[in-house]
């Protein structure tokens, strides 16, 4: 069928604010259908409340309304708009809600707009847990024995019918908010109460708990025509009972025969045949690791996380896909973009294995508890593709920027076997070191096996490296050996350090292509991932041969975590587009499937990578680059800093040694000193007697964190001695290599500005003042522009710091101040030499386009308009604020986001 | 475990070095790839691969070890079988033993530690060839390496004897000519309320009348159709006195008897993603597919193309109203709703209850 004719003008909802659960993807998928729906030449009207992001962009929408996803709101968007069709399966649980509400109502009957993508009723039939039941029932599509309930009374009852432990699920939530495991009626009514209050319906699902059970994802779509297809299929690490948002999860699945994965193939393709879905959906089962015996857990009719990740794993754009059976093309119609000659009426086969790891912020809240249930904790994630497993889980956890490369977790090596086989049982972010630890230290496979129900394969695969690690440290490392290190993912620096030999020789990597076929059809798509065959198969090089264009290098952002969201994927994203208006071919590194830089549309080449030094090398290698870019990618890129600098690679912008002025203490101290800028007091210390002299000295309270760090990782306010002793005694056990600074506490105003340079003028598009006292963390503060008390002497004094400051440190492109008035006095707080999270706000607030005016000048070309600052500063009649969203509900962390209201 | 170097040394000169497993020797074959990310066992087995060296796409293999209930026959036809990475340590409740145990049991040559993504890619541009597998990495014998052709392939592996499955009393008994059947075949028929009488190969059409089945299915099995030229003349005699089901290599001796020529295709299908399109109806069947040979689109004269790839609009399935016959390339055993078997099937039956009806 081709595209329907009654399609002109669609309203497409966003998902607003990053929340635990709900990520950047979604701007990935929005931004994918807003560019289907405009090349099909419907008119777009966006509402998405999060300015940091892609989709929000003039470019991709024709009308933007960066509004509250509110039904109020909506419903005077359409009023006002008229559109013709209403797209809400693309905008997470948020717009999908939304759009359910809308519909519900009979607005948007009533305005003559259609949802289009999954219909209402097969929405309802997925979510509703009592209609979902149902509806596999008739379908004899076996579910977790389970009863519905909308009192504590009636899940009390439920749960003594079923036996604990029970699951509870709340309807309507998102990231299993609002659920948990009970294994006593106390326990139940704790939760279940929780649950009701959350659930928008006042419904919660109480489920028998099959722990133990394997968890199985399929990713399938359908068309309007019911033609049918499994993308990918995923196969979780850890078993039923863990949030799949918070497992490791490996596509495709590795331990199920034949028989099982048709079986579950069969139940999925039934599952959304029955339920009518029109697009990406994604289907959860348990599976009994001893039996044929499974039960559908979960359906979400909608593009989610995981399709997210499916559409990375497999080069399968699902999101893209969607966005046209939507507008009415069935699947044989739409081509397959990767191979541009096949069609998207195919199932992927892939010929690597992906890993997915969750990246969650329990290190930057020492006290938060680490458990992980059904309730998701995680804020990001990291993916990696390799050739085996044991390559795969080796760059995931690189990748995954917690401070190890191999699965050897400092905190585990002291620990006896039997200490580590007692906390197996603890399901934290940790435990699969736990596991490594154990299996290391001679706990048996079936011992781990019997405790977490890891599928014995896994620990299999672990066994083989801690037997290669053995090797490595007994034996003389020869050329072979050191190969077999390579292949199996291990980093030149952790051979050379485990073996405690120099390595033989360097192996360079060679890069494979994602091609949705496993190359049995020739693809154009230009997605790499590593690996350690020949390199005279290297099939990036080719693609790098045929440029005749000068080559740039961006280093991505890495996974979402707090202080470093997808704020930071939008500035890379830019700079990549940026670059290539210029003339210049752009190849970007990062490993993070959630976002729309790792769209293999976006640069010229996308290399899918760990960003450490020597993935990043081995790319360098291969794409004998100008330069490289890395103040687009947050802190992640600025920690390759070093590595350029002493390596003889370009770095275009801000130099190493101006990002080192500004981060080392010290120098960046002389500098204030020079202009007689004054910052609170500040000492850096190394030791718990050192923090508690400094604190003395500096008077309580006073700030302690670690330098080096992006969003206020562990920083904390010490009003007493006892602060400062918990405080460095949790941060001393992660062991630390960069001092922890100890600044003197000022209660005042903080004032943050964004200025661009070129080296020789600055431009400062706007100063935001933050509402909150000092000391919240300014990505957690409310932020307002223009500030609302100061006066022009003190406006005229930021101007003049700001541009002195951007000037000595020699900024070519980005740099952002937080700035402290204490007693009518300015104080520097930090500056910091490159994008920041506040970036995305101002092109969108200012509404100009100054925002493509810093890639120039990173990239060297100078621009003439600049210092047209002060002008542009104050003039406003509007005030934006920036208010941030917390997920306190979903557990007791706090995620900013920069959602505008 | 020291490792064994062993060449895989292709037609055209390329050599690849890896490591054996399986059992031991040289080997020569005509070098096929298969892209299924599971279904190794039923690879190994399956009839259709006499004489071919397979090599996987997907890069582990054996990772849920053996269960010889899902073979395909009960032996390993392969030639010889390249991977990336065998499985050491299979995980599954229903495994029985490792992929190496499994295939020294069998005397199937295995080798790993290949890039088979560039093997992959250099079949895909020169399409199959053949290889040799040996201890040296040099083609010493490139034309009797050359000259390897799989001959007699439907006597090689198709069982002598007439065979019964099913119950007495079914509602549709179905003539299985079985050139090299898959047990899925048969097992797919079965389940679906048959009783099924596997004729041999070199049955003839008199024979098969003979049982008096409702149907007559013309299973799948190796090699060039165009060899059989008997069982072709036998296949004249028959159609338009039985409803008749092909599939796979049954598909293409239909089309053979009736006129149609077919020729070896570059790479062929093989794999289970292999999209069809149904042009009766539009909808699109992701299928399960094995062959090396196919049917010339523009040769087919009797009957109609019912059923084309979608990715490269070969001849995926002939319908002959006339003969009362209609085939498909792909395998209709999965007989789920989405693989396009089930209303293959549906049509077969409800042309035998006709028939029955009339009788």
Redesign the interface.
């Given at each position: 069928m081709p595209k329907r004719s009654d399609i002109k003008k669609v309203l497409v909802i966003g998902s607003g604010p990053i929340v635990i659960g709900q990520a950047a993807e979604f701007d990935y998928a929005g931004a994918q259908a807003c560019r289907v729906m405009k090349s099909e030449g419907v008119n777009v009207v966006l509402c998405n409340s999060n300015p940091a992001t892609i989709m929000t962009d003039k470019a991709l929408a024709d009308e933007i309304y960066l509004e509250p996803l509110t039904e109020e709101t909506l419903k005077r968007i359409i009023l006002k708009e008229k559109p013709d069709s209403l797209l809400a399966s693309l905008g997470g649980q948020t717009g999908l809600t939304m759009g359910c509400k809308l519909a519900k109502s009979g607005f948007l009957e009533k305005h003559g707009v259609k949802l289009i993508g999954t219909k209402l009723d097969a929405i309802d039939r997925s979510e509703d847990r009592e209609l979902f039941k149902q509806t596999m029932e008739k379908i004899n599509q076996p579910c977790v024995p389970s009863d519905i309930a909308y009192t504590v009374e009636e899940c009390v009852a439920i749960a003594n019918k079923l036996h604990y432990p029970v699951i509870i699920r709340p309807a309507y939530t998102l990231g299993g908010a609002g659920g948990g495991v009970a294994y006593n009626e106390e326990e139940l009514r704790l939760i279940s109460h929780n649950g009701l209050m959350l659930s928008p319906i006042t419904q919660v699902l109480i489920e028998k708990y099959i722990a133990g059970w394997k968890e199985i994802e399929f990713e399938v779509l359908r068309d309007s025509k019911g033609n049918v297809l499994t993308v990918c299929s995923m196969e979780n690490v850890d078993p039923v009972g863990i949030h799949t948002g918070d497992s490791i999860v490996v596509a495709p699945a590795v331990t199920l025969s034949t028989k099982e994965y048709d079986m579950l193939r069969t139940a999925a393709l039934s599952i959304i045949t029955e339920l009518g879905i029109e697009g990406g959906c994604n289907v959860q089962f348990a599976l009994n690791p001893d039996s044929f015996e499974y039960s559908v857990i979960e359906v979400n009719p909608r593009v989610s996380r995981s399709s997210a990740l499916a559409s990375k794993a497999t080069g399968f754009p699902i999101a893209k896909v969607t966005s046209k059976i939507a507008l009415g093309y069935t699947l044989d119609e739409i081509v397959n973009d990767v191979t541009g000659n096949t069609y998207a009426c195919f199932e992927p086969t892939i010929d690597y294995l992906v890993v997915k790891m969750p990246k969650w912020p329990f290190d930057k809240f020492l006290y938060a508890k680490r458990e992980l249930g059904t309730r998701m904790k995680a804020t990001g994630e990291v993916m990696s593709i390799g050739t085996a497993f044991e390559m795969a889980i080796m760059k995931a956890v690189r990748g995954a920027e917690i401070s190890t490369s191999t699965m050897n977790y400092k905190k585990f090596v002291d620990y006896t076997k039997d200490e580590l086989v007692a906390r197996l049982s603890e399901m934290t972010d940790e435990r699969i070191f736990v596991v490594y630890a154990a299996l290391k230290k001679g706990a048996t496979v079936d011992e781990v096996f019997n405790i977490t129900k890891i599928d014995r394969w896994f620990l299999n695969k672990f066994k083989n490296l801690i037997k290669y690690e053995e090797m490595l440290a007994t034996q003389k490392l020869t050329r072979e050996l050191y190969n077999e290190g390579k292949r199996l993912g291990y980093l030149d620096k952790d051979i050379a350090e485990i073996s405690g030999q120099k390595i033989p020789y360097r192996k360079k990597a060679a890069y494979k292509m994602v091609d949705t076929c496993a190359a049995e059809f020739p693809a154009k798509t230009p997605y790499f991932y590593s690996t350690f065959d020949s390199q005279e198969h290297d099939e990036a090089k080719p693609f790098v041969e045929k440029s005749g264009k000068k080559r740039i290098v961006v280093i991505g952002s890495g996974p979402i975590r707090i202080g470093q969201g997808i704020e930071f994927d939008y500035s890379s994203v830019h700079c990549v587009w940026t670059l290539k208006e210029l003339g210049y071919e752009v190849a970007i590194i990062n490993n993070n499937p959630e976002t729309v830089s790792t769209d293999f549309d976006t640069a010229d080449r996308l290399y899918f990578e760990p960003l450490t030094p020597e993935d990043v090398q081995h790319v360098l290698d291969i794409e004998k680059p100008y330069g490289v870019i890395i103040t687009f990618g947050g802190q992640t890129a600025i920690k390759l800093c070093s590595y350029f600098a002493t390596h003889g690679i370009r770095i275009l912008g801000t130099s190493a040694d101006s990002v080192d002025a500004a981060e080392d203490r010290e120098r960046f101290e002389a500098l204030l000193e020079k202009y007689a800028i004054p910052r609170p007091k500040a000492l850096t210390v190394m030791t718990k007697e050192e923090a508690l002299n400094a604190a003395e000295k500096l008077e309580y309270p006073v700030l302690l964190r670690p330098s080096y760090v992006i969003g206020g990782q562990n920083m904390t306010i010490a009003f007493t001695q006892e602060d400062v002793c918990r405080y460095m005694d949790v941060i001393l056990a992660q062991g630390i290599e960069n001092p922890v600074l100890c600044d003197k506490y000022l209660m005042g105003t903080e004032l943050e500005v964004d200025a661009i340079s070129d080296g020789k003028d600055v431009l400062i598009p706007g100063i935001m003042q933050h509402i909150e006292r000092t000391g919240i963390h300014s990505g957690d503060s409310i932020a307002v522009y223009p500030p609302y008390n100061l006066d022009d002497t003190m406006l005229e004094k930021i101007i003049e710091v700001s541009t002195q400051l951007a000037l000595e440190l020699k900024t070519k492109g980005l740099i952002n101040i937080q700035y402290l008035i204490y007693r009518g006095e300015l104080h520097v707080i930090e500056v910091n030499p490159r994008a920041s999270r506040t970036v995305p706000i101002f092109p969108k607030l200012r509404a100009c386009l100054w925002w493509s005016l810093p890639r120039r000048l990173s990239s060297g070309q100078n621009s003439k308009n600049s210092a047209t600052a002060r002008a542009c500063i104050r003039r406003r009649r509007t005030w934006q604020s920036k208010c941030l969203c917390s997920t306190l509900k979903n557990s007791t962390t706090l995620t900013p986001s920069s959602v505008r209201k | 475990m020291k490792k064994k170097k062993v060449y895989l040394t292709l037609e055209n000169g390329d050599v690849f070095q890896g490591y054996r497993f399986g059992a031991d020797g040289n080997a020569v074959g005509e070098l096929v790839?298969s892209?299924?990310?599971?279904?190794y066992?039923?690879t190994l087995t399956d009839p259709s691969n006499l004489g071919q060296i397979v090599v996987q796409?997907?890069?582990?293999i054996g990772?849920?070890?053996v269960?010889e209930n899902?073979a395909e026959s009960d032996k390993a036809w392969v030639s010889a079988y390249v991977v990336?990475?065998y499985?050491?340590?299979?995980?599954?409740?229903?495994s029985e033993g490792t992929l190496d145990e499994y295939l020294k049991k069998q005397g199937v040559i295995g080798i790993y530690g290949v890039?088979?993504?560039?093997l992959?890619?250099i079949l895909?541009e020169n399409g199959v060839m053949n290889a040799r597998i040996s201890d040296k990495p040099a083609l010493d014998d490139y034309d009797d390496t050359a000259a390897y052709a799989v001959k007699d392939a439907v006597k090689t592996v198709a069982p002598q004897t007439k065979e019964y499955y099913g119950d007495e009393n079914a509602i549709y008994t179905v003539a299985l000519w079985n050139f090299g059947a898959k047990k899925s075949t048969v097992a797919a028929l079965v389940k679906q309320g048959c009783r099924v009488i596997s004729m041999p190969a070199s049955a003839t059409a008199e024979e098969i009348l003979a049982t008096n089945a409702d149907g007559v299915m013309l299973s799948d099995g190796p090699g060039d159709p165009m060899e059989n030229t008997s069982i072709i003349a036998e296949i004249k005699k028959l159609l338009g006195k039985k409803p008749v089901l092909g599939a796979g290599l049954g598909h293409q001796l239909v089309a053979l008897a009736c006129g149609a020529e077919t020729a070896k295709s570059k790479y062929g299908h093989r794999?289970?993603?292999?999209?069809v399109?149904s042009l009766e109806d539009?909808?699109?069947y992701?299928s399960t597919q094995n062959h090396g040979y196919e049917i010339i689109s523009e040769t087919v004269k009797v009957g109609k193309i019912n059923f084309v790839n979608?990715?490269d609009g070969a001849c995926e399935g002939i319908a002959y109203a006339e003969q009362k016959a209609f085939t498909t390339q792909f395998a209709p055993e999965?007989c789920?709703?989405?693989c396009g078997g089930k209303p293959i099937f549906e049509k077969f039956f409800a042309l035998m209850k006709k028939e029955k009806e009339n009788a």
């Open positions: - | 790839f892209t299924g990310m599971v279904g066992v039923e796409t997907f890069p582990l990772n849920y070890g269960n899902d990336r990475e499985c050491e340590t299979p995980s599954n409740f229903r890039d088979t993504r560039q992959t890619k895909r794999g289970s993603n292999q999209p399109k539009g909808k699109v992701i979608v990715n999965s789920n709703d989405f």
